[in-house]
C-alpha cells in the first residue's frame, strides 16, 4: 500500500457542486500539505497543517478550505466548484526535518 | 519570498546523451534545501536528489547529479547516459531549513525532458 493515499484518483464535477478530496497517509508525519498543479505553472500550496490543531493558508487558498481529521487524514474542499479549479491535486507530508516530501498519486479534478 | 525559476519548458536529448536542467532560485536565507523531483507519465512525484545548501559538495544519485552555485543561486541538474526511462517533467523545488521546511515547498514551472531513441 502507498505511504500517502489520495481519494479519488479521477473526478469530473458540476459547476457550483461541492466535493471533497482526501488523502490518508502511514508516515507517521504530522506535517501534510495540498498542492495544486496546472500546466506550466508547477505545483502551488493550497494548505498545509502542522498537526489536527494547526492549519494554515497557503499561496492559493481562496476557494478552498480543508479538515484535519487526524493525524493521518487531511481532506481539501471545494465549496462550490468552478471550472478554473480544474487541475491536478497532490496531497503530501514530511518529517519534522523537511528533509523529503512524500506525495500521494494525485487527483485529477475535472469541473464541468 | 522565495521564488523558483526554471527557464527551459522543454529539453531534447538522443538516448545515452547527457543533458543538464537549469534552476535558479531567490531567497534571502542561509539555510535551505533544493530538491529536484521527476514526474512520469503516471503523474507520480518522485524525489530525484536532493542538495542541503551548507553542503559544499555536490549531491549526486547514480546517473543524476547537481551543480550547486550557491552564491549564484543555481542549482541544476545532470543527467548522465539518458535512458528512456528518464523522459518525464522535472521540478525543481526549494524548502526553508529554518523551522524544518514547515511551510511546504516552492516550486519552479517545470522542465519537460523528451529522450529520443
Known amino acids: 500500500d502507498a505511504d500517502v493515499t489520495q481519494t479519488p484518483r479521477n473526478r469530473i464535477t458540476k459547476t457550483g457542486k461541492r466535493i471533497m478530496l482526501e488523502c490518508s497517509q502511514t508516515?507517521?508525519?504530522?506535517?501534510m500539505y495540498w498542492y495544486r498543479q496546472d500546466p506550466g505553472l508547477g505545483l502551488r500550496l493550497i494548505y498545509y497543517?502542522?498537526?489536527?490543531?494547526?492549519?494554515n493558508k497557503g499561496e492559493i487558498s481562496d476557494g478552498y478550505s480543508v479538515s484535519r481529521q487526524a493525524q493521518a487524514k487531511f481532506s481539501l474542499s471545494l465549496e462550490s466548484a468552478i471550472p478554473n479549479q480544474t487541475a491536478l491535486y497532490f496531497c503530501?507530508?514530511?518529517?519534522?526535518?523537511?528533509?523529503?516530501?512524500?506525495f500521494g498519486q494525485g487527483t485529477r479534478l475535472t469541473v464541468v | 519570498a522565495q521564488t523558483v525559476t526554471q527557464s527551459q519548458p522543454e529539453m531534447s536529448v538522443q538516448e545515452a546523451e547527457t543533458v543538464t536542467l537549469s534552476c535558479t532560485y531567490d531567497?534571502?536565507?542561509?539555510?535551505?534545501?533544493l530538491f529536484w523531483y521527476k514526474q512520469p507519465p503516471s503523474r507520480q512525484m518522485i524525489l530525484v536528489i536532493r542538495?542541503?545548501?551548507?553542503?559544499?559538495q555536490n549531491a549526486t544519485e547514480n546517473r543524476f547529479s547537481v551543480n550547486f552555485q550557491k552564491a549564484a543561486k543555481s542549482f541544476s541538474l545532470k543527467i548522465s547516459d539518458s535512458q528512456l526511462g528518464d523522459a518525464a517533467m522535472y521540478f525543481c523545488?526549494?524548502?526553508?531549513?529554518?523551522?524544518?521546511?514547515?511551510?511546504?515547498?516552492?516550486f519552479g514551472k517545470g522542465t519537460h525532458l523528451i529522450i529520443q531513441p
Open positions: 508516515k507517521g508525519h504530522d506535517r
Open positions: 542538495q542541503e545548501a551548507y553542503k559544499q
Open positions: 503530501a507530508t514530511s518529517d519534522l526535518w523537511g528533509t523529503e516530501a512524500f
Open positions: 531567497t534571502s536565507e542561509s539555510d535551505y534545501y
Open positions: 497543517s502542522f498537526d489536527v490543531k494547526d492549519i
Open positions: 523545488a526549494y524548502s526553508s531549513y529554518s523551522g524544518g521546511g514547515a511551510d511546504g515547498l516552492t
